[in-house]
Antibody, heavy 121, light 108 residues
Framework: QARLVESGGGVVQPGRSLRLSCAAS????????MHWVRQAPGKGLEWLSS????????YYADSVRGRFTISRSNSRRVLSLQMDSLRLEDSGLYYC??????????????WGRGTLLTVSS | SYVLTQPPSVSVAPGQPAKITCGAN??????VHWYQQKAGEAPGVVIY???NRPSGISERFSASNAGNTATLTISRVEAGDEADYYC???????????FGGGTKLTVL
């Protein structure tokens, strides 16, 4: 049974940095594309970034490109999201999700429960 | 680039069918997936690759995709189907995962 547990959320001031982590178990992490998706309070889903199985290819939404960096450690089964230059509008619940695909994103077939980020002065 | 347009809300009486649309130019040439998100929960996929149901998803959920519209259909809606529903595709040209804005399904 797949399990994804996000951590690292909290309250941070605008302009600061934060690193989110997602611990994976119950599936072959090293074979899976992985994603970060966020949801602002009361709003819809916003895709942020995806990583190929080996971490060599990354994809980013325009809203976070140049500020956020996705990475992964297949040996530790951890997906990370380094978030720099945080803005008020980055606040929300951040989900980690797995994809059955090996290289290109396809669909998000299992989601974690999310970690909450609040950007506030 | 694809902008996926969904109606903000759909209301249906129990036992009746519900149709939720996801519109974009030429979406029929793309592979579309659908997610259900109940209040306070993480999303879960209910349809993948246009028409496939994951194991454990009721046969009442089906979908189609042609032309400029993808459609999720829930036959014989139940109170437990009340949720937000999102369509999604992979825009290969832009290298973006794209979600629709979401549709809140209310069971009357």
């Amino acid at each position: 049974q797949a399990r994804l547990v996000e951590s690292g959320g909290g309250v941070v001031q605008p302009g600061r940095s934060l690193r989110l982590s997602c611990a994976a178990s119950g599936f072959t992490f090293s074979n899976s594309v992985m994603h970060w998706v966020r949801q602002a309070p009361g709003k819809g889903l916003e895709w942020l970034s995806s990583s190929s199985f080996d971490g060599k290819t990354q994809y980013y939404a325009d809203s976070v490109r140049g500020r956020f960096t996705i990475s992964r450690s297949n040996s530790r089964r951890v997906l990370s999201l380094q978030m720099d230059s945080l803005r008020l509008e980055d606040s929300g619940l951040y989900y980690c999700a797995k994809d059955p695909s090996h290289t290109d994103p396809n669909h998000l077939d299992f989601w974690g429960r999310g970690t909450l980020l609040t950007v506030s002065s | 680039s694809y902008v996926l347009t969904q109606p903000p809300s759909v209301s249906v009486a129990p036992g009746q069918p519900a149709k939720i649309t996801c519109g974009a130019n030429g979406i029929g040439s793309q592979t579309v997936h659908w997610y259900q998100q109940k209040a306070g929960e993480a999303p879960g996929v209910v349809i993948y690759s246009n028409e496939n149901r994951p194991s454990g998803i009721s046969e009442r959920f089906s979908a189609s995709n042609a032309g400029n519209t993808a459609t999720l259909t829930i036959s014989r809606v139940e109170a437990g189907d009340e949720a937000d529903y999102y369509c999604q595709l992979w825009d290969r040209n832009l290298g973006h995962v794209v979600f629709g804005g979401g549709t809140k399904l209310t069971v009357l």
